[in-house]
């Protein structure tokens, strides 16, 4: 299947079905894809939590409005964002650029001193809402790879984050939780998945200027 057929294969799956598992490999996949998506100066100011734990994941159920994806589903995404980017955050970032390539600090001075001074003056609101930004980055990445490699999965919005930060101890580990996604395999009594998606005409929301 191209990019395209697959985007036409996924959709926000309803019901899942709780007996098929994700394999290890599969798991990976979603893993990597995650770290390897783009953030704001490369600053990665955002984890992934991968649940497996049926118990834990049958307690999201009521902190999600009663939606079943959470605990049906074969693992539970819990994308969430630092709870502040800090100077030594910015600064741990330039020292693992020159680990990593060889550069060297005369190269990277500038920017790194242009980023220390760009986070100092921004406040605690401004940069936990530009992290919350970057994980809609993230989602979109994850469900992309997902709909490539026939996982499918529901993106949701829709829960109580103090509670979830509460249930998963967080605010300990400097988190907030912004988004959830569930992932697994589509239950044959999803009545959703043999629907047509309903989409707008490309004439309608391309605007094209040559």
């Known amino acids: 299947m191209n990019i395209i057929n697959s985007l036409e294969w996924r959709y926000a799956?309803?019901?899942?079905?709780?007996?098929?598992?994700?394999?290890i490999p599969q798991i990976e996949t979603l893993k990597k894809a995650f770290n390897l998506t783009p953030t704001s100066f490369g600053l990665q100011p955002i984890k992934m939590i991968v649940i497996e734990d049926k118990d834990l994941q049958e307690k999201f159920v009521k902190y999600c409005y009663f939606q079943r994806q959470v605990a049906d589903a074969s693992h539970l995404l819990v994308l969430c964002i630092e709870n502040d980017t800090t100077i030594e955050d910015v600064n741990a970032y330039f020292d693992m650029e020159k680990e990593i390539r060889g550069t060297s600090e005369a190269v990277i001075s500038n920017f790194r001193n242009q980023l220390v001074d760009m986070y100092k003056n921004k406040t605690l609101k401004e940069k936990q809402l530009s992290?919350?930004?970057q994980t809609y980055i993230a989602l979109g990445n994850l469900m992309t790879v997902c709909a490539v490699e026939k996982i499918d999965n529901c993106p949701m919005e829709g829960f109580m984050p103090e509670k979830i930060d509460e249930l998963l101890n967080l605010p300990s580990q400097n988190l907030k939780s912004v988004l959830l996604m569930p992932v697994g395999f589509r239950a044959d009594d999803d009545?959703?998945?043999a629907m047509k998606k309903v989409r707008k005409p490309l004439s309608e929301t391309i605007l094209e200027i040559s």
């Open 13 to 23: 799956t309803k019901k899942f079905d709780p007996s098929k598992k994700l394999t």
């Open 131 to 133: 992290a919350t930004y």
């Open 191 to 193: 009545i959703m998945s």
